[in-house]
């Protein structure tokens, strides 16, 4: 039995920013695969629950040519699988979107419950971060955005107050010519999360872009190896340094999925690949 | 408005907020399809739609195994998704149609689909079965014509002990041909 709550579900945006500020042990639910578990284990204390599934501008899922593509936060992670122009103009968030749980669980499960939640092992956010999405956040004193880069704070932490809510994710129109990709490891062919996951860009300018997950507190956008990256050029000798010089840049912890080790081992070999994937150079 | 009043108004119909009944206790009325009949009743925020199914409509198809969405013993079918019930409170389904195992056959006579997991002995000890059910008729509903790769995928987030899957992909590969038959004559 789950603790008491109770139960609102506002068809305005006004109206649950208002549930929001109002009352304190306030929680949003959306998909709830991942509020329903906090509930089950009593992770959490919420006193109420506001259901944000009423308000029509939150499922908002649209592109615009030069601009780019608004995910809402009621957009459902099988909607990104099923959807051509993310699959054709953001492939790693496809990829990440494709192995994230099980079938039934992203048809509930949602983009921006995935980042909120902000587990450091999480699988959409490498793919977010090479993309540099920006995150939508309101409350009843205004709208504000900030870059995912800086959106998570620790483990399960994230820059949003109480009051507030993460209204959308926006990723800028990548362009021409701009592939990218998402790799991981996990222990077992199925559901887990992922013991390492790389995502990795390579734009129309040639310019490469590299995010990673499970590694660290929080994922992390390796600014740094890009750079030393595109320095370089990428080639054969590049794409191996690549692979050692990500270890420089990672912070692996031992759990219950794998050791520190094995952490920078895989991270090694999935940057690798990731690059090669990409760039279709054989090392 | 109570469930008493809700019942006797012929004119109500599905909502689209549940209706707190009263300041005092939680309890929120609400009104949804399951298996094709209009079900009103009175529940509190914290029940999930797993419980409500098994302990207030008495259908137990549905199974509660891990509780967390990693087994999908409890998947049913809402507005047409496959969705684990452990993780969807009773009262999000207000206004849903909700579609279990026990809506799959026609009074005594069993779906293509059923029939196939007998045919192909796709169960053993038969807990998974009604998830394993569901999330076959969810993928078939939607993809009618779908690949083995897209069976699997639809298939991942049901667990068995015992068939080794197989038999249960067999299953769900030939019900989806036999239906295709059916709709063609």
Known sequence: ?283 | MTVAELKNDGKACAMDTAHVSSSRDLRVVIDLIVNGERVIEEVEPNMLLLHFLRDKLKLFGAKESCGEGECGACTVLMNGYAVTSCLVLAVEANGAEILTVEGLSKGNELSILQQEFIFQDALQCGFCTPGMLMSARGLLDKNPNPTDEEIREAMAGNLCRCTGYLQIFDAVKRAAEREREEREE
């Open chain 1, 1 to 283: 039995m789950l603790s008491q709550f109770d139960y609102v579900k506002p068809l305005v945006l006004n109206e649950a920013l208002a549930a929001l500020a109002k009352e304190d042990n306030s929680y949003v639910l959306a998909g709830g695969t991942d509020l329903l578990i906090m509930l089950r284990h009593n992770l959490i204390n919420a006193r109420h629950i506001i259901d944000i599934k009423g308000i029509p501008e939150l499922n908002e899922l649209r592109f615009v040519e030069n601009e780019g593509l608004t995910i809402g936060a009621n957009v459902v992670v099988n909607t990104l699988i099923d959807s051509e122009l993310v699959k054709n103009k953001y492939k790693a968030l496809h990829d990440a979107a494709s192995c994230l749980a099980s079938f039934q669980l992203r048809n509930r499960a949602t983009l921006v419950g995935n980042i909120c939640n902000a587990s450091p092992g999480a699988d959409l956010p490498p793919a977010l971060l090479v993309y540099d999405a920006v995150v939508k956040i309101a409350s009843v004193d205004g709208v504000r955005e900030i870059p995912l880069v800086e959106f998570f704070t620790g483990v399960k932490k994230t820059v949003l107050t109480k009051n507030e809510l993460v209204l959308s994710v926006f990723l800028p129109d990548p362009g021409e010519n701009d592939t990218s990709c998402y790799l991981r490891q996990t222990r077992l062919k199925g559901h887990d999360l992922s013991t390492v996951g790389v995502a990795c860009r390579l734009d129309g300018k040639g310019k490469v872009a590299v995010a990673i997950g499970a590694v660290a507190p929080t994922p992390l956008r390796l600014t740094a190896l890009e750079a030393e990256i595109n320095e370089k050029g990428i080639s054969e000798e590049t794409i191996l340094w690549a692979a050692d010089a990500i270890n420089e840049h990672i912070k692996p912890i031992s759990d219950v999925r794998s050791s520190e080790a094995y952490r920078r081992h895989m991270a090694s070999i999935l940057m690798k690949r990731c690059l090669v994937t990409l760039t279709g150079k054989e090392v």
